[in-house]
């Protein structure tokens, strides 16, 4: 998939997510660790292992696969024609900063989308997630998705 495919509309970036960066490699070293000990008592468990040792890669925010679908900013960036909030006027508007509460690089992101431009930007969250970047490490809990 289209690597700028993976920028959410608030500002975030898909594959730093729990679900791309943190639960596949955990769930494929499981699996292994599991063949090594030879497990066969749960054929149904080894199954879900492995869906989750390869995730969806078209789960994203875009998609429409992954995230709130009664999100406010997904709602609110598709109907101003705009790819991602740090691109609109109103950046940061309350529904970003809500968020923001709870996903603490999203505004400092949001920034630097507007002063190096989304390819760059999208070129440094691929090095965040080589250097094994989770969002999931610097969230602050609970998760506040604003809704309409």
């Not at 690597?3 to 959410?8: A, D, G, I």
């Not at 968020?99 to 989308?113: C, K, N, P, W």
């Amino acid at each position: 998939m289209d690597k700028e495919l993976m920028v959410t509309y608030c500002g975030l970036y898909c594959r730093l997510c729990d679900h791309h960066a943190r639960i596949p490699p955990r769930a494929k070293a499981l699996c292994e660790a599991l063949a090594m000990a030879e497990y066969r008592d749960n054929p149904e468990l080894l199954k879900q292992l492995d869906k989750l040792a390869s995730p969806d890669a078209e789960k994203c925010c875009r998609s429409g696969k992954c995230g709130d679908p009664a999100c406010a900013i997904r709602k609110c960036a598709l109907g101003k024609g705009i790819f991602t909030c740090p691109q609109c006027t109103d950046y940061p508007c309350e529904r970003v900063i809500q968020l923001a509460r709870s996903e603490a690089t999203l505004l400092h992101d949001g920034q630097r989308i507007r002063n190096i431009g989304l390819a760059a930007w999208i070129e440094e969250q691929e090095e965040r997630r080589g250097s094994g970047f989770c969002y999931a490490d610097v969230r602050c809990l609970p998760c506040e998705i604003p809704r309409e």
